[in-house]
């Protein structure tokens, strides 16, 4: 289990092998979330599976 859910996110991506389906689910595109009993703000679910599916085709060698 991998708690912040950034890193997650990133591993799914780049672990994940040729035609693969990565499904998240959860957060979707809520931007905040609650720590305790603060509320902290965050990438969505949505920026963060872009962001590290453009850093994989750019290390691979692939267009966006």
Do not use: H, P, W
């Not at 092998?17 to 969505?44: F, P």
């Not at 590290?52 to 267009?63: A, F, I, P, T, V």
Request: with cysteine.
């Amino acid at each position: 289990m991998i708690e912040d859910r950034e890193q997650a996110v990133k591993k799914a991506v780049f672990d994940c092998g040729d035609d693969v389906v990565i499904l998240l689910t959860g957060k979707g595109r809520e931007t905040r979330m609650k720590r305790g009993t603060a509320y902290i703000d965050t990438l969505s679910d949505v920026d963060y599976t872009l962001k590290y599916l453009e850093e994989y085709n750019r290390s691979n060698g692939e267009k966006s």
